[in-house]
């Protein structure tokens, strides 16, 4: 079973070797939700998501043999990426399996890193049946974009950093996809720090994981249509939906809007680029904050690796008011 030391030992081994992203934070976001708010800015981390983190940490984990014939790892783009970096940092040889509507931008960072990257169509394909029948045909090992220790483990270590840089933070909110960010950072903040929740958000239209949560076993979606890519999950894993089952505080869900606006704030007011699925944590503040709790907040930003056309879209769509009220406020000041 995941636990603190897992995180902690994870965070000794990526010391020096992940980028330390970070925390960043506005006056005008503190005064929109009442209660002060840092941004944890994993867009900045290496391959541009904090999928790095667990990616790296679990190829540290292999054997020379394990090395020697490569691993394999289905992905929605990011995890792909954080493979490929990893795999070409320590000579491991890499086959990321993504869906064939993944963002260009995504594709190609794997691709430009030397991984083998085999497409799949989401709509007809079972992706995990296709990593299993790669990693049977050549021997390669199974790296899960989230249902995975090590993986876990290295994506906690974002609680474990925002917790050292900004030590009085009493909710910590996280993108849910695979779970495994959030897995991680419950296991770590549930033990080293109880006095902190940790929620998950998940969109509207993707929330595989709230929806599993409140039956109390998983359950399977239709294929998401949600401008967040990096959460288009249909059923949450076995293994990190047991942790987040025990560990998260609460999970919430926002909208397509709520999104665009987000993204659209952290341009404006933090001067930074996110991707949809990194701001969705962040849509949380503006969209659910009465159920969201006491702060201060911290929010993980996860991911920047968005398309100068899509962020443009979603951006001009968020109508220019990413904040409710923020204008106003900042008037007033």
Known sequence: MLSASDVDAAARRLDGAVVRTPVVSSPALTREVGVPVVCKTENLQHTGAFKYRGALHALLGLSDTQRKRGVVGASSGNHGGAL???????????????????????????RVLGAQVVSYDRHTQDRDALVAELAAEHGYTIVPSADHPAVMAGAGTVAVELLSQVPDVRTVLVPVGGGGLAA??????????????????????????????????????????????GLRHTTPPPGSFEVNQRLLAGIVTVSEADIATAM???????????????????????????????????VVLSGGNVSRETFVRLVGESGGNPVRGLREHEHAA
Do not use: Q
């Open 84 to 110: 490929a970096l990893a795999g070409h940092e320590l000579g491991v040889p890499v086959t990321v399996v993504l869906p064939s509507d993944v963002p260009a931008v995504k594709a190609d960072r794997a």
């Open 184 to 229: 991680g950072c419950a296991t770590w903040l549930a033990e080293a720090a109880p006095h902190v929740r940790g929620i998950g958000v998940e969109p509207e239209d993707a929330a595989d994981t709230a929806a599993s949560l409140l039956v109390g076993e998983r359950v399977r979606i239709d294929v998401p249509t949600t401008c967040a890519d």
């Open 264 to 298: 659209s704030w952290c341009f404006e007011h933090l001067r930074l680029v996110v991707e949809p699925s990194g701001a969705t944590a962040l849509a949380a503040l503006s969209a659910r904050w009465g159920e969201i709790g006491e702060g201060p907040v911290g």
